[in-house]
């Protein structure tokens, strides 16, 4: 693989922990400023909005610009963004600052895809974008827990600066491998964007993802807090925790994507989503023991980002039969849902809390991603409907459903 593919890598990994480490950081946060536990939840939901809002329509209106020149600049904006928020000196500057580094996150995602795949030979695309959003699976097992550490040692604001040197030394990789020919791929134009949104099943797949991660981000936006004022663990426990669960995601990404391999998009997600769900239950009685929680936070990770594999196998599917000339901006828009389906949780997490206490947080999330696993059985139902109306030639969504 060729150093500039590293360079991508590392932007993610860089990306990825600015997006999770504010999870470990909450309590410490909420103390620092002055504000209430679901005020610093919004920090996740504004971060995860701004990513859903910069997917398509940044992608959009910069499709025309040279992919290194984007690149660069999105580094930089990042960069900024979190050095906005090492200085920021109250609560609506780094609310500012977070938004600021979502824009940059959607955009990067939506055109890392074809960025990876421009710089290795097509029999290699493949690898090569796995390997680039590998960043984002180590940032969850290395990056979040050594920002959670930063942050309880050295403040809050030390962990933006931390990430902010991330962002420069992806900047300066980038800058120096990354070629200035990569191949520059049609303006995906939102009136196109807008087509795909106009076909029922995207909108139903989309939905089962944005319930999916919206449940589990619920409780998750809270975990920190729940493992301190409920299963009453020390502050510096919290990063061991978050280690735990970064490499229970890590071992999930690799069970989901050959669960959906083995038996189909459909009856993989119905299997994720009912272990999800199981597990947030789990966890609003498992939260008065510290042996408990952490292993029912071992078992979150498995699931959590299980689905991610079939989510996506199933809109490129569906957008095969529904939209077959914007199956890459379908592909987009679905991490747009997962990023709504994150802002929501967080944001009813925080009313949640606010009313009925962290660990309702686990529960209502479990009855969230129930209404996913629904949704998926739905859809499976109307892939078999399809298959039958058209003679057994239905996409292959429908023939393991």
Do not use: C
């Amino acid at each position: 693989m060729p150093l500039a593919l590293w360079a991508l890598t590392l932007s993610a990994f860089a990306i990825g922990t600015t997006e999770f480490v504010i999870v470990g950081l909450i309590p410490t946060i909420s103390s620092s400023l002055q504000v209430s536990l679901p005020s610093a939840g919004l920090l996740v939901s504004l971060y995860a909005l701004g990513v859903a809002i910069g997917a398509p329509l940044l992608t959009a209106l910069t499709g025309r610009l040279p992919r290194k020149l984007l690149l660069l600049g999105l580094m930089a904006l990042f960069t900024v963004g979190n050095l906005v928020a090492w200085q920021a000196p109250g609560y609506e500057a780094l609310i500012a600052a977070r938004i600021l580094t979502g824009l940059a996150h959607g955009v990067f995602f939506s055109i890392g895809s074809t960025l990876a795949a421009g710089l290795v030979p097509k029999d290699k695309a493949a690898s090569a974008i796995a390997l680039m959003f590998s960043g984002l699976t180590v940032a969850l097992v290395t990056g979040v827990p050594l920002g959670t550490v930063i942050g309880q040692h050295f403040g809050w604001q030390a962990t933006f600066l931390a990430v902010s040197l991330l962002g420069v030394a992806a900047f300066i990789g980038s800058l120096l491998l990354v070629p200035a020919n990569l191949p520059k791929p049609a303006p995906a134009r939102l009136s196109r964007q807008l087509a795909v949104l106009a076909q029922p099943r995207l909108l139903l797949v989309y939905a089962m993802t944005a319930l999916g991660y919206g449940g589990s981000f619920t409780a998750f936006t809270f975990l920190a807090p729940i493992l301190q004022q409920e299963a009453g663990f020390a502050p510096g426990s919290v990063a061991a925790i978050m280690l735990l669960y970064g490499v229970s995601v890590a071992v999930g990404n690799i069970w989901g994507g050959r669960l959906a391999d083995r038996k189909g998009p459909v009856p993989a997600l119905r299997i994720i989503f009912a272990g999800l769900a199981l597990v947030l239950l789990a966890l609003s009685f498992a939260a008065v023991s510290k042996w408990l929680v952490a292993l029912t936070v071992l078992a979150w990770g498995g699931f959590a980002f299980g689905n991610v594999a079939g989510l996506q196998l199933y809109v490129v599917q569906q957008a095969e039969r529904s939209a077959p000339q914007a199956v890459d901006v379908a592909s987009g828009l679905n991490i747009a849902a997962f990023n709504v389906g994150i802002a929501g949780g967080a944001w009813l997490g925080g009313h949640i809390v606010a009313s009925l206490g962290l660990l309702a947080t686990p529960w209502i999330g479990a009855l969230i991603v129930l209404g996913a696993w629904l949704l998926t059985g739905w859809s499976g139902a109307l892939d078999r409907r399809a298959a039958h109306n058209d003679g057994g030639k239905a996409a292959p969504a429908a023939q393991r459903s």
